[in-house]
């Protein structure tokens, strides 16, 4: 296998498991006893670990090696998803979602997909490069389905009574801490040309006008992430359940359907942002997702609220591959790991900052309260992008 199916190959694998954990999480948390704000907390926990690693992946994965990097990763996902299936005390079920960067947010953003960003834009050329995020994107979306998809299996597993109520959702951790480690197993097959942009014991330099780029959007990212992070896919399905009733079944192909259109619009923001460009595709199909998003919580019941929900899946991802190929494109090519590390360490601290306060809105507001305030939030992100950004052209643009 080349190295960009390889990389295909392990995204895909680690989609689905974040999918399955995404749909579950919340729930598993709630049977073991939990409340709204501690299944924040161990989601906001496992996003934080996530930075963590992240941070590292930025500055050290150059030179400690890619491929070494992305198999040590992978195998702290797989040792989380494991272990999170065999304890039940919050503060160990924080640890474990802590070291295995447990993501219940059911998207990969971690600091693998960061590596594997500033690896992909040398595969192609400048005029593909969008299209190679978009289907980098696809399979991570169709992972991300066929994810969704894979929660249901617990109640098949109590329809058939093969296992108990906590018991069936444990399994299904298990199956995902599996999938991690065949990604693992992947990741040890790149070849040593994945490690171009390693620079041994020296410091990468980036130039200023680099730095001034990464720091500005880098701000921008951090809102859109914060409000992220009250939409995350365990505290949404949470939203489903307790507010209609809906059960894993249901929500699970939910999920099979908002990802299959998550998957559709990469390839049509990739076609979209040939013709007006990558900062117009963001912004003008971003705003019109989150003015969906606002109207899923006054929904008056499960069938509008899913049908708003799924409209608004339908645009919200196309801003994911135009985004990742216009920082890509605004930085040199040994710059691309920072460039992608920062970015990603901002919006995975916004991810991990915004569940413990939208679990708190659930809890003393309303159950609502975090789609609106979330999608408010990404509109004034989108606006601001907008002016900050609409000089700013990538090459194939000039």
Avoid at 22 to 43: Q, S
Avoid at 76 to 86: E, K, P, R, S
Avoid at 105 to 115: F, T
Avoid at 360 to 387: E, H, N, R, T
Wanted: glycine share 10%.
């Amino acid at each position: 296998m080349t190295d960009r199916r390889l990389i295909y190959a392990a995204a895909f694998l680690r989609a689905v498991a974040t999918g399955t954990v995404g749909v579950l999480l919340g729930l598993y948390l709630a049977r073991l006893g939990l409340g709204p704000a501690e299944i924040g907390l161990v989601v906001s926990t496992g996003l934080a670990g996530m930075t963590a690693a992240l941070l590292l992946s930025t500055f050290r994965a150059d030179r400690f090696g890619r491929r070494r990097t992305l198999v040590v990763l992978a195998t702290l996902g797989a040792a989380g998803a494991l272990g999170a299936a065999v304890v039940s005390a919050l503060p160990a079920l924080a640890a474990m979602a802590f070291v295995g960067m447990l993501n219940g947010q059911g998207r990969d953003r971690g600091a693998s997909l960061a590596v594997e960003q500033a690896v992909l834009p040398a595969t192609t050329g400048e005029t593909e490069r969008t299209a190679a995020f978009a289907w980098y994107n696809v399979l991570q979306d169709v992972g991300h389905a066929l994810g969704a998809l894979l929660a249901a299996l617990p109640s098949l597993l109590r329809d058939v009574g093969a296992a108990g109520d906590v018991e069936s959702l444990r399994a299904v951790l298990l199956l995902c801490g599996l999938l991690l480690t065949v990604t693992a197993v992947l990741s040890a097959r790149l070849s040593p040309r994945i490690e171009a942009g390693r620079t041994g014991t020296e410091t990468v330099r980036v130039a200023p006008e680099s730095r001034r780029r990464v720091a500005r959007i880098s701000a921008l990212f951090a809102v859109d992430a914060l409000a992220g992070g009250f939409l995350g896919s365990a505290l949404v399905a949470y939203f489903f359940h307790a507010r209609f009733g809906a059960d894993e079944v249901t929500l699970a192909w939910l999920f099979v359907g908002a990802r299959a259109l998550n998957a559709a619009s990469h390839l049509g923001a990739a076609w979209l942002a040939r013709r007006i460009g990558l900062v117009n595709t963001m912004v003008f199909t971003h705003i019109p997702s989150s003015l969906l998003l606002a109207t899923v919580a006054i929904a008056p019941d499960f069938w509008t609220a899913a049908v708003l929900f799924l409209l608004r899946e339908g645009l919200v991802e196309m801003d994911v591959p135009t985004r990742q190929s216009y920082v890509m494109a605004m930085v040199r090519p040994e710059e691309r790991t920072f460039a992608s590390g920062v970015t990603n360490v901002v919006r995975l601290a916004g991810w991990a900052a915004g569940p413990p306060f939208a679990g708190l809105f659930m809890q003393s507001l309303s159950l609502g309260a975090p789609l609106v305030v979330g999608a408010a939030m990404k509109i004034g992100y989108d606006v601001a992008l907008y002016f900050s950004f609409r000089r700013i052209r990538p090459p194939e643009e000039r």
